[in-house]
């Protein structure tokens, strides 16, 4: 039988080594289009599978509730894997590989900021909505994982997880959803977040 403490003591020692490595600067960027989206009045479509949508529509609704609840100015977050009977319609009807790009062409427009996580960066259906915010004037984000896939050299901001392990990566990107919802939050309201 496994050491359950042993192995909690193992996989907490590879995560702080992730966690040492992060890329602050790529943050930064990223944190910057959120800045640009907000005074710009710009939409932000955010895409994910598996866990990665599980961290996609949690960071929507951090942004979209926890930043502004009490401001008149909101952000505009839109998780496309929120939706399910239209990402079956589109599964069935097109292709799984069209279920993020077809809903994005309803609401897209020229300035929009597209994120998509894909721990591997190989994620056909991301990878095509994110070509197509690409062509069409979009500013683009990818929270990726291992060496960073198609997805990192295809997007305007990578921020890679340098770690040959899923769920690690995983859990890198979760802490980067909350990261981002904090610095929102502090920068919307400075008087109760003095940053220095």
Known sequence: MIDSKTFASRYLTDLSKAIAGFDKD???KLVQLFFYA???GRRIFVMGNGGSGATASHLACDINKGCCLDRDKKFKVICLNDNLPSLLAYANDLSYASIFVEQMKNFF??????IGISASGNSENVLKAVSFANENGGKTAGLCGFSG???ARMVH???VVRMEDMQKVEDLHFITAHMIMQVLYAWLHPKEHALT
């Open 149 to 151: 896939g198609k997805l």
């Open 109 to 114: 427009i020229k300035g929009d900021v597209v």
């Open 26 to 28: 790529q943050f930064d």
């Open 157 to 159: 901001v990578p921020l």
């Open 38 to 40: 907000y005074d710009e």
